[in-house]
Nanobody, 122 residues
Framework: QVQPVESGGGLVQAGGSLRLSCAAS????????LGWFRQAPGKEREFVAA????????TYANSVKGRFTISRDNAKNTVYLQMNSLKPEDTAVYYC???????????????WGQGTQVTVFS
């Protein structure tokens, strides 16, 4: 079992960058694939990126491909989301979640953090 806790959100101008972190407690952190999702006001939660247990496999939503990079450090029990070339439409609450598989399906993630707000202004 893991408990993800996100940090690193904030207010940034369009074109800027932010790095989100998700620290997960629990000795089994490296046993889980990890994903980032986001939810904008009035919209459904959507997949952003996911990474395998070892970090060797990653997958991204088309909307962020080439701009966002997911990575993990199992020694630190932390997963990161580097976000570059941010756009106003990236504004959302970003959630970190743990799953047994690398998947864009939110229903397959068992453990969720509380989220961190990212606001991009033009």
């Amino acid at each position: 079992q893991v408990q993800p806790v996100e940090s690193g959100g904030g207010l940034v101008q369009a074109g800027g960058s932010l790095r989100l972190s998700c620290a997960a407690s629990g000795r089994t952190f490296s046993s889980y694939a990890l994903g980032w999702f986001r939810q904008a006001p009035g919209k459904e939660r959507e997949f952003v990126a996911a990474i395998s247990r070892s970090g060797a496999t990653t997958t991204y939503a088309n909307s962020v491909k080439g701009r966002f990079t997911i990575s993990r450090d199992n020694a630190k029990n932390t997963v990161y989301l580097q976000m570059n070339s941010l756009k106003p439409e990236d504004t959302a609450v970003y959630y970190c979640a743990a799953s047994s598989a690398v998947t864009p399906r939110a229903t397959l993630y068992d453990y969720w953090g509380q989220g961190t707000q990212v606001t991009v202004f033009s």
